[in-house]
């Protein structure tokens, strides 16, 4: 009999951004304590996992022989955290072994991640100019907070506020494709790595 993990695995391989959402959903934050208990940045350790699972998804059509996913995505952040800390020359701590999770089964349809892309394209230009430009300079160029008040000419806290304006805004617009979580870390993480996605172009089909 096929178990979950098999399922979803087998749907992952046709595209199916729906079983890659139950997976996200699942182990995202016991992966980001795993990576953060190595990193010793949460910032940082955030941004590893996302790419781990943005690797997840490029090379959906090659996972076939994943029998159980978590101890496969706790390794590929264990690996790209060590890659982390010997380019950061940081120190290591592997102590921490993240929490099993369950993934819930679901034969709900595929997204549409080009359809994503389109709405995502309009939400964005949407965002009043000062929202629009705090969050790219957060999300896509790395940013500190402190970096973008410099750039902007504005406070901390002004920065704090745009920047969250524009996920709540982004958030609201792009509901459809977001689990129905009611935490918003889960949410803001899902949502910009759709961005990511759709920026790296990884969602083409192959």
């Avoid at 391989?13 to 890659?20: H, K, Q, V, W």
């Avoid at 304006?165 to 129905?180: C, F, H, V």
Wanted: charge should be neutral; glycine fraction near 2%; charged fraction near 25%.
């Amino acid at each position: 009999m096929e178990n979950i993990d098999s399922f979803l695995v087998n749907e992952l391989a046709n595209s199916n951004l729906r079983a890659y959402e139950n997976i996200f959903n699942a182990h995202y934050l016991n992966l980001c304590r795993f990576a953060n208990s190595i990193v010793h940045d949460e910032d940082s350790a955030q941004s590893l996992v996302q790419q781990v699972f943005v690797n997840f998804w490029e090379n959906r059509k090659s996972l076939g022989h994943i029998e159980h996913i978590l101890p496969y995505l706790t390794t590929s952040v264990r690996n790209i955290c060590l890659n982390f800390i010997k380019r950061e020359k940081r120190n290591v701590d592997l102590t921490f072994v993240p929490m099993d999770a369950q993934v819930e089964n679901t034969t709900e349809n595929q997204i549409n991640i080009a359809e994503f892309e389109e709405k995502y394209i309009i939400a964005i230009s949407l965002l009043p100019s000062k929202c629009k430009l705090a969050f790219e300079y957060s999300r896509f160029e790395n940013l500190t907070n402190k970096e973008i008040a410099q750039k902007m000419n504005i406070t901390l806290k002004g920065v704090e506020a745009l920047i969250s304006r524009s996920l709540k805004n982004l958030r609201i617009a792009l509901e459809e494709y977001l689990p129905g979580s009611k935490n918003n870390k889960i949410s803001n993480s899902f949502l910009f790595l759709l961005i990511k996605m759709v920026r790296q172009k990884v969602y083409s089909l192959l």
